[in-house]
Structure formats: C-alpha cells, structure tokens
C-alpha cells in the first residue's frame, strides 16, 4: 500500500516539521521507496522471538540518589536562544 | 607515509622533548586543508593544552598521549568549543560540557587540534549531508571519503594528524576509513562510554578512532574505553591489553562465502589475497553462515531511524540551536526545525516517525527488534566455530561526489557489510588492504564477538 500524501502530511504533524505542500508527493514517493525495502522483514519468522532492546542484556541500571555536580543554570541559559536569567522564554502556552 | 605514530609522539614527549613541533605540524596541516575535512581549527586553545602537557611532563608525569594531537568530529562535545554536527539546527550551539571519551584522551596528554566534517548529524555514507558541503577522498578529490565520519577519516588518511576520533551507528567509522586508506574501530556497544556524543541511535552508537596502524588504534581506545557513571550502558568489562605472541597461527577465521558475490572485482582480489596470507601465516579458513544479515539494512533503517526520530526531538530551537519565529510553541518547534534540519535529516526523522506512530509500530519497530535478535543469535553461533570474521568492509571503493546523493536507498545499500555488527554489539575494524586499479583504497572488515576488540586490532596488527 503506497504511503499518500495526507499520511506524509500527518507524519509531518508528528514530527513537528513543517513540510510545504510542494515537497509532499516528492516525500511521499522516497518514504514509499524505503518503507517497500523495509517490507522484506515481513518474510523473517519470528514467532516466539524476544524483541532486543539492549544487546548487553542490561534492564535498568541504576547508581545511588545522591545530589552530584550539575550544570551550572547560567550555562544552560547562556546556549539557549531567548532567555532570562534563569527560565527559557516561550510564547504563552495557558490561556487564562 | 612516514608521518610519526601518536605512540612516537608521545614517546618522544616523556622523554623530555618539547610537544610543540608535533602539534605545530598538525596545526598547519589542518590550517591548510584543502579536502574541506577540517572545519574548525583551534590553534590557541591547542597550544595552551600543548603547554600544560609539557608541565606535567616536566614535573615527571608520564602519559600515554603526550602531545598528540587530535582531531574529533563534530558530534562531540568539548567544552567551550561550537558542537554542531555540521547541521544549521546546531548553528551556534557550543557545548557547556565536554564527553568522557574526549576528556578521558586529554587527560592523557592529547591535544585536540580540530574538529572534522561530518554528514549532517551522522545521517550519510559519503558526507554529502553536511550543512559544510561534502569532504573530498584525499587520494582522489572527485571522490567521496565516505562517511559519516569522512572529516576524521580524511585528516588521518591525510597525514594531518596521526588519530582522530569518529562514530559508528550503522559503519559510519569503518566505511570511510576503508575509502580513504586507514584504519578504523567500532568497539564493542558499551566499551566507550557515550556521554557527551550528541546521539544519533543510542543502541547503536560508539565512538571509535581512526589511526594509521592498529597499535595507535589500540592507544586511543585502551585510554577512552571503561566504565562511565554518566553513560548507563557503559560496559564494567576491563580493557585488556593488545595480546601478545603470534595473533595468526591457529587463528580460526570465519568468512560468509556470500559476502564475494557482487563485489568491485578488485575489492574480491583484496578478499582473496587477506585469506590466502592468513592460511599462510597459520590462520584456518572456516565457512560460516549469517542467516539474517541480509535483513539488516532493512533492520537498521527501523531501528535506527525511529531512534533518531526520538533523539532529534531535543531539537526544538527552545534551549540550544536554531530558533524561528512563530505565533505559539509549535509554530516555533515546526518552523525551527523545518530551517534548520537538512533533507536527509528530515527524511530519517519522517521515516522513524511513521515507523514508530499508532497501527505501524508492531509492523516495523517490534518486527525489527526481533529480527535484530535473530541478528544476535547468527553471531553467536558463528562465534562458536570462528574466532573472527573476515569480509570487505564495503563492496566497492570510493564512489564519485554526487554519484547517489539523488538516490537514499542505494546509499543506504553501500553500508551493506557494516550494519549487523551495530544491531549485534559486537566489535568490528577496517584495515587497509591494498588498492584498487586506480589507486583507491580497500578496506578488509574483521568482526569478532562482544569485547573481543583488543584481539581483533592484534590481528590487523599481525597483517599490516
């Protein structure tokens, strides 16, 4: 089933990129392209096979909750493109 | 090339010379770039580091990287220095820490010369993805270094610095140091801890070096690698030392008879010619099979793309990186990233978003990580039979710049051998092995089971 337009436009949303209109049916047709190869793990069978997610075997690891060095607030501020002297400045987002 | 080994440097410098003349010649090297592999160049802040080295020195500290210098790429963090993964998203950012695998090195004594090309956050096999433009092969520049670690394959190919520092998701170390002429490790998922490398697919990912010989590989790895309480993979597994005595005879050398098919007829030759001197140097030839490994490109751009699309929502433009304009959040999120990502980038963080939202997660991310156990299981039944695999690292030399830039799956195609190696763990170099008949360079890919690095860098020692 070939990946449509609108579906390019919902993953788009998802993805929160904005993609002109122009570039969807260019989109659509590289993703189809890929997702068709990708099809092929279709014909692995593996019933009964453990999805991996860590090659290792680790499940959680986990260190002491003790307080340890962090960064300073005025060196995460400084990186960030609009700031105050200790917050990110954002378009308000509550309507009150 | 009769540039000194990091090992030569750093001897000398123990001894009691000055690291000025090495670090000078680097410098200049760098400055003078003409493959576009270098795009920062930090002479002040290396001759500072250069200076403190010889104090330590001096006052009889003897380190295993005296005055080497070195060159990462732009994925990882050094604090104080612009970290962009040469994509316009991270434009201006710089990096208010520095990894532990590059704060393990200078500790040592390196000295960190330049930062490298790469493509736009390590999405790429020819670095053609890179908001910088491509890097050019040093030994043909109409040629892609491959990629994505092309800057810090070129400048050791070069001769501009004796190591350098890549990454390695899906063979992003290993192909281009087989296209350009040197030699490159994966390590072992786990070996080098990841904190500070601006992450691409956290399951795949390891930082590696790039050397001209498998002893200074070795040096770099030895003194990055081990446990790091800021990376929770990090593997607790000590590093050994480079074994001594013969790494050839008795060694048993797995080879997929598959992996001939298809190959540029030199790369075969260079295959057939590496077998022939490890049967005659006591290495036994044994057929193996990797029943799964020709899903893994398909495997790999599940997995790997999904995780990326998940790594990437970091970069929003709110605290670091590109901000655009816009009336609310998500206009600035959207409109942020639509400018700053590039297209490749783009495309990747579609594909692991679709592969991973409502109705196609079990179709492609779980089916992907149960073929990627199966991925796992080949390797350790191969194991069992072998001690390593032998295999090219890329099926055929360096292709020209632009070649398949219009073409994503048949870029994806070209990572065709170095791919199961990041779904399974296991540790994985290129070594040089002769050149093709225009004078290109051919990599010969040895892979061995988890934490099996020292060994395999033996091997390629033996055979270089």
């Known amino acids: 089933m070939p990946i449509t337009e609108q579906q390019v436009r919902h993953v788009a949303k998802l993805a929160l990129l904005d993609l002109p209109d122009a570039e969807l049916s260019a989109t659509a047709r590289q993703l189809d392209a890929i997702v068709g190869y990708v099809e092929q793990l279709s014909q692995v069978d593996t019933t009964g096979v453990e999805p991996i997610a860590n090659v290792a075997g680790l499940v959680n690891v986990l260190r002491a909750d003790e307080p340890g060095a962090m960064l300073p607030t005025a060196a995460a501020m400084a990186i960030a493109p609009k700031h105050s002297a200790d917050a990110y400045l954002v378009p308000k987002v509550v309507e009150r | ?464």
């Open chain 2, 1 to 464: 090339m009769s540039r000194p080994t990091a090992r030569a440097i750093a001897a000398a410098v123990n001894a009691g010379g000055s690291t000025r003349p090495a670090v000078e010649t680097a410098l200049a090297a760098c400055a003078g770039d003409q493959l576009n592999a270098v795009i920062r160049v930090h002479r002040e802040r290396a001759l500072t580091t250069a200076d403190r080295v010889d104090a330590r020195v001096r006052a009889g500290e003897r380190l295993p990287l005296a005055g080497v210098p070195i060159a990462v790429k732009d994925n990882l963090c050094v604090e104080g220095l612009p970290a962009t993964c040469c994509s316009r998203m991270l434009e201006g950012y710089v990096a208010p820490y520095t990894a532990t695998a590059v704060a393990r090195l200078e500790a040592a004594g390196a000295v960190i010369v330049a930062q490298t090309n790469m493509d736009e956050f390590a999405f790429g096999s020819s670095n053609e993805t890179s908001c910088y433009g491509p890097v050019k092969n040093p030994v043909d520049p109409t040629r892609i270094p491959g990629g994505s670690s092309g800057g810090s394959a070129a400048v050791v190919a070069a001769g501009y610095v004796p190591v350098s520092l890549g990454s390695d998701t899906g063979g992003s170390i290993r192909q281009p140091a087989s296209l350009c002429g040197c030699l490159g490790i994966k390590p072992t998922y786990g070996r080098v801890s990841r904190y500070g490398l601006i992450a691409f697919g956290s399951s795949l990912d390891q930082i590696g070096p790039f050397a001209t010989d498998a002893a200074d590989a070795a040096l770099v790895l030895q003194t990055m690698a081990g446990l790091d309480p800021l990376d929770g993979t990090s593997a607790p597994h000590a590093v050994e030392a480079l074994p001594g005595g013969d790494a050839l005879r008795g060694l048993r050398v797995g080879f997929v008879p598959g992996h001939a098919e298809g190959l540029q007829p030199a790369v075969r030759a260079a295959l057939d010619a590496t077998k022939a001197r490890l049967q005659a140097a006591g290495a036994v030839l044994v057929p193996i099979e990797l029943p799964h490994e020709r899903y893994a490109v398909a495997t790999y751009y599940v997995i790997g793309t999904g995780e990326a699309s998940s790594n990437l929502s970091r970069m929003d433009g709110i605290r670091f990186g590109h901000r655009a304009e816009g009336a609310d959040l998500r206009a600035i999120y959207a409109a942020s990233r639509a400018q700053g990502f590039g297209t490749e980038a783009k495309r990747r963080i579609m594909l692991g978003t679709y592969v991973l939202s409502a109705g196609y997660y079990d179709a492609y991310y779980k089916k992907a990580q149960q073929v990627r156990r199966l991925i796992c299981r080949d390797y350790e039944t191969a194991f069992a039979a072998c001690d390593v695999i032998l295999g090219p690292t890329s099926p055929t030399t360096a292709f020209k710049l632009g070649e398949k830039l219009s073409d994503p799956l048949q870029m994806y195609l070209s990572d065709i051998f170095t791919i199961a190696s990041n779904l399974a763990g296991t540790p994985s170099l290129s070594l040089p092995a002769g050149r093709d008949e225009q004078g290109l360079p051919i990599g010969m890919q040895l892979q061995g089971p988890m934490f099996s690095d020292a060994r395999l860098l033996a091997v390629a020692q033996a055979l270089a």
